[in-house]
């Protein structure tokens, strides 16, 4: 005769059983996504280590005597130079003996428009190579960080990037923008602007105000000379008898005067004869204002050929 299990009791067992299947069924899903997150963490975390602090404690795997990348590799499903290098690289081994995929390396890489940066790298000052879309306003983070400016337009070279692409001094943001810096480089170039001006004479801008249109012509006709290597004349200075360029501003003329002052040996002692001083003068006046013109400004020569010319404001 076949026992007769009574309904109750089946439901009593089998519905403990299956609530403990499901918790452990649960339980082992958690831990096998935390496994990974942790795993993806400590990847993420050593990939940007230093080059020497990550060959610190490598055995004698292959490649572990090689740096790091320097630059970025090319953009995502690119085939650029680094891209490339990085591919060839796919077995190396970072200090704790973890492979690195191929295409992984110590500077990040955004597929462009921006958007993937270097993990871990928020806060960080350094030179960036950014990009501001029209459908994405703002200075994203291309690639980066990189210890100079050059190394940032090389990499963007090397990586094939588009013109909108540029290089850009400041510090990495969580949201990935850069909030922009001032550079040692540019801190330097400031400083030698600041001394080229003060080498107008004191009362130069004594009946300007300082938002005068004409103050800001002389500063950038300034900068266009200095950027080209042409010096200001030093008129009350003690480097006076070294020539340079003479800025005045001539408000009844509508904008600054511009032109060469040479060496007191040709100005005034005229060891070279005054014919050599004019034919000079001339050459270098008109070198003077094609200078100008190539740098866009408004340039008109001012009386006779060695007389020097005239940039007019455009505003």
């Known amino acids: 005769m076949t026992p007769v299990v009574p309904a109750g009791l089946v439901e009593l067992v089998v519905w403990p059983v299956v609530a ?13 996504l935390g496994r990974s997150s942790t795993a993806r963490y ?25 740096p790091a990348p320097t630059g970025p590799a090319g953009p995502a499903g690119g085939a ?28 990040g890489v955004a597929a462009h ?12 000052t350094a030179w960036w190579l950014v990009d501001g879309s029209e459908d994405r306003p703002g200075l994203y983070a291309v690639a980066g960080p990189f210890p100079a400016r050059t190394d940032a337009l090389c990499a963007a070279l090397a990586a094939d990037l588009d013109g909108s692409a540029r290089a850009l001094h ?9 909030l922009r810096r001032v550079s040692a480089q540019d801190s330097a170039w400031l400083a030698h602007l600041g001394e080229q001006l003060d080498r107008l004479p004191e009362e130069w801008d004594a009946d300007l105000d300082d938002d005068d249109p004409m103050v800001t012509l002389l500063v950038e006709v300034t900068a266009a000379l200095a950027e080209s290597g042409l010096p200001l004349w030093d008129a009350t200075g003690p480097r006076g008898a070294l020539g340079g360029v003479c800025l005045a501003v001539e408000p009844g003329l509508g904008g600054v005067v511009a032109g060469w002052r040479q060496h007191d040996r040709m100005s005034v002692d005229q060891v070279h004869g005054a ?4 034919d000079v ?35």
Do not use: M
Not at 48 to 57: D, K
Not at 89 to 101: H, I, K, V
Not at 113 to 124: L, W
């Open 20 to 32: 403990v299947v499901g918790f452990l069924v649960l339980a082992g899903l958690v831990v096998v």
């Open 42 to 66: 400590e990847f993420e975390r050593n990939a940007v280590r230093s080059p020497a602090g990550a060959r610190s404690g490598a055995g004698p795997a292959a490649g572990a005597g090689r």
């Open 80 to 107: 650029g130079p680094a891209a490339a290098a990085a591919a060839g690289d796919a077995a190396r081994t970072d200090g704790g003996g973890q492979a690195l995929p191929a295409g992984r390396t110590a500077v």
């Open 113 to 124: 428009p921006a958007g993937r940066r270097v993990a871990g790298t928020e806060g960080a």
């Open 170 to 178: 400041g510090t990495l943001r969580a949201d990935g923008t850069v």
């Open 275 to 278: 014919d050599a001083d004019v």
């Open 281 to 315: 003068q001339q050459v270098l006046n008109a070198a003077l204002l094609d200078l100008l013109r190539v740098r866009g400004f408004v340039v008109h020569p001012l009386g006779g050929a060695a007389s020097g010319c005239v940039v007019y404001c455009l505003a």
